[in-house]
């Protein structure tokens, strides 16, 4: 079933609060990486807070539209964990 902006709406609230990684492609072969915390979703938009150590501004914003044509790509922290997870117990049954 293709992925629509109401599905990735629903699946950001189900990760408010969290803490993300942003990569982003500012331009042409140019990359842009930042650590947040998901802090709302709006009907159109989602704004995550930046840690203020890495980053000179407090907020950003992104669209729905930005996760579907790929131009963003998001990675929740506790996604990691639960993928390192899998992959030690797929190394102990080998």
Same mark, same amino acid.
């Given at each position: 079933?293709? !992925?629509?902006? *109401? !599905?990735?709406? +629903?699946?950001?609230? $189900?990760?408010?609060? &969290? ?9 042409? *072969? ?6 947040? !915390?998901? +802090? @709302?979703?709006?009907? $159109? ?5 930046l840690?203020?150590? &890495?980053?000179?501004? /407090? ?11 790929k $131009?963003?790509?998001? *990675?929740?922290? +506790? &996604? @990691?964990? %639960?993928?390192?997870?899998? @992959?030690?117990? &797929?190394? /102990? %049954? /080998?």
């Open positions: 079933m293709p !992925t629509s902006l *109401k !599905t990735i709406k +629903s699946r950001l609230d $189900s990760h408010l609060g &969290e803490n993300l990684t942003i990569v982003a492609q500012a331009g042409r *072969k140019k990359v842009v990486r930042r650590r947040g !915390t998901l +802090s @709302e979703t709006f009907h $159109s938009v989602f704004v995550v807070d840690d203020q150590n &890495e980053n000179s501004f /407090e907020r950003v914003s992104y669209s729905y539209a930005d996760l579907l044509t $131009s963003i790509d998001i *990675k929740f922290d +506790s &996604e @990691e964990v %639960a993928d390192s997870d899998t @992959e030690d117990s &797929e190394l /102990e %049954a /080998e």
